[in-house]
């Protein structure tokens, strides 16, 4: 398309390998459907919580995921995503002659597409107006402290609500 914008994900990184992701997916035009926060506390609509029960369901339909701190917010989730692969599969993986990173039904493309699914599904059923932008943001966490720092920053968004960066008036 003539306005794509370029991808945010690390070019040359296999998101199906073995690694800490943090992980941002923001409800479309950051519309407030997971609920409010009173008192630096959250509380969850009935869709919110759906994103939380289908959030931690993820390990249920991607048995090699391991889920880090996660939190829902008003029109947003954040949360670490551990993909922990068998070393076997990795390695069998590579002798196979696939695309360039391996079977994309194992990354953390899937497991997004997958939660997103989930969560949508839901809102269809109870006949809630209800959509996700588009993209989501990732990061790869590189090691213990990132890691220590950004579980830090999921346990304590919602007392931060009002100085997080989608922080926002219901529309």
Known sequence: GKYRIASARWATWDYGRNAAYFVTICTQGRAHHFGQIANRAMTLSPLGQAAWDCWSQIPDHFPFVRLGAFVVMPNHVHGIIVIDKPVETQDFASL?????????????ASIVRGYKIGVTKFARQHEIPFGWQPRYYDRVIR????YARIERYIQTNPENWQTDSLFGEQP
């Open 96 to 108: 196979r002659p696939t695309n360039q990173f391996g079977p994309q039904s194992k990354n953390l």
């Open 143 to 146: 090691d213990a402290d990132e």
